[in-house]
């Protein structure tokens, strides 16, 4: 049986509840949305008191299920005002799983204590944190292992969280004790770090992968979906040899690499951040290819990146990364963007947000385009909580307002990824439409055909677009957010029938259910509920639901389209009653 | 007639001339030519490519080549939205 762990930053206390029952089969993103959803009031100041964060594995997490290590964190989000679940590969969701934890939900005001979690098979207790306070990720993780010995997996936050910073992540430790995978999006790193948690220890010694209440029936559907992903071109191949970040000349080929903060969708110089160049880097320098960010993961598609002297720079130089700190501020100097990669991990800062960051200010004239001295300079800024880093850790919206620019890529004051909505109308409309504000993997699953979303939709058209967005939503929210599985999963699953209903045959057989995989999409869609009534509550209008009026009336090379995906359209995916004009 | 070629990953092995994966291919000026000349010119073939992009489309070998266009070749292990659900010129 499952537990919820409640944690009380306020009287100290660390409790074990039982898991209410209608909370059996949920999990991940379900169950971090279904507790913020009951538990915290819409309306409350997202970094004040009454805002809780949850931690939860997937309904698959700590089971030999593949992949299944994704860990959700939920909240309100300072940055969107908006519910927000953010998840992060690493070691934390699968030592939760075998600890038999559901969700550590923590709660109160903390005042003036700074705190630790430790977590082990003996119980749960908050201990003083005060000398961890004030440290970068790095520091933080190595200091903790000392502490509490090499088997502490981490889950904590960096200065920038401390600090209450809008952009500011919560970061996971991978394989190695490297704090190199992030809950990143949306601000939760503050919302804990304004509970005065510093960090989760997780010590999973004595556990046991969870067994199931058919283990027969479970390995028999995990074997399926292992060989599935060992035998699909993308994730055995494509994944594992170079990354996310082949996406970038692939991307630029297609137009819609998003160039000097979004006025162009393709970068000149595009070939000198490539995946390619990355991979080949990786090899010169005794780097790290095929690198798993999770204990389980069969795609590896993560990496070691050295500098020039061999010596270790960073984990997972993800496409979105590149994206944001490269072509978006014009700047081709890989080796400044894994060094900026590395104090984004460090000071516990979101690399997407914070490209968009730097383009905006860029635009508005605080540092020149493309000037990568300049950019690692203004991290220290952000380390030492200066006016200037104050000015750029507050995210994107806030530091173009700041500047008085116009032309600024955020949905719910959420910085926009790597792929231009003109370009690639279906993602924008899956950024205008999520109750997350804009975010590619919410609606980037892609598995049109077995959604059965009828004929091609042509990336320039804007017809077609909402549908297949809604769809993709539902599907990401319920067989990758709320299963705790990699979103990877879809490029397999996409053209294996087998592969995809694995996913609810492990769920079945873990618990001892029928469920398929029309039950799946079922809970997502009804996650996607569930965070747009919170979403209402906490006062968000259809106008909300829309891209910057920048996409709109301006063309992007090279196609020269614009966004023009029709606003009733994108109200049907919401749920918003058709507008009626009056006389 | 001369076009530009851009091959992702594992396709840059067949054009060793190319640099960062990017060179000028020739082909005939006397006949219509496709893509799919354009992959026969560099010894690849159709079951070695998955994406296509033609001057930043989505398109089929089959989509018909001119002087000046650029084209994009990513070998079957991309990921990449547009095969599932974009229409390929060319079709």
Redesign the interface.
Known sequence: MRKLLRVNVEDGTAVFETLPQEFDLLGGRALTSTIVSREVDAKCDPLGPANKIVFAPGVLGGTSAPNSGRLSVGCKSPLTGGIKEANSGGQAAGRLGRLGIAAIVVEGDPGDKKWILHVSAEGAQLEDGAAYWGMSNYDCAAALRKAYGPNAATIQVGPAGEYGMLNSSVACTDPAGNPSRHAGRGGVGAVMGARGLKAIVLDDVGTKTRVPSEPERFEKARKTLVQGLKTHPVTSEGLTDFGTAILVNIINEAGGLPTHNFHYGRFEQAEAISGETVHQNCEERGGKRRHACMTGCVIHCSNVYNDKEGKYVSSGLEYETIWALGANCDNADIEAIAQMDRLCDDLGLDTIEMGDTFGVAMEGGLLPWGDAGRMIALFEEIRHNTELGRKIGNGTGHCARSLGVTHVPTVKNQGIPAYDPRAVKGIGATYATSTMGADHTAGYAVAPNILKVGGDVHPLQAEGQCTLSQNLQEATAGFFDSMGLCVFLAFACLDQPDSLAAIPEMASALYGVEMSVADVIAQGAKVLEIERDFNTRAGMTREDDRLPSFFHTEELPPHNTIWDVPDGELDQVCGWSPVVELG | MQVTV?L???L?DRAPGFV???GVVELPDDQEARVADVMATLGISSDEVN?I?L????AAPSAAVQEGDRI?L?????????Q????RTGE
């Open positions: 851009k992702g990953s594992v840059r960062g994966g990017e994406v992009y001057n930043h489309v989505f994009a990513f070998p079957p292990n991309f990921i990449h939205f547009s599932f659900y974009l229409r």
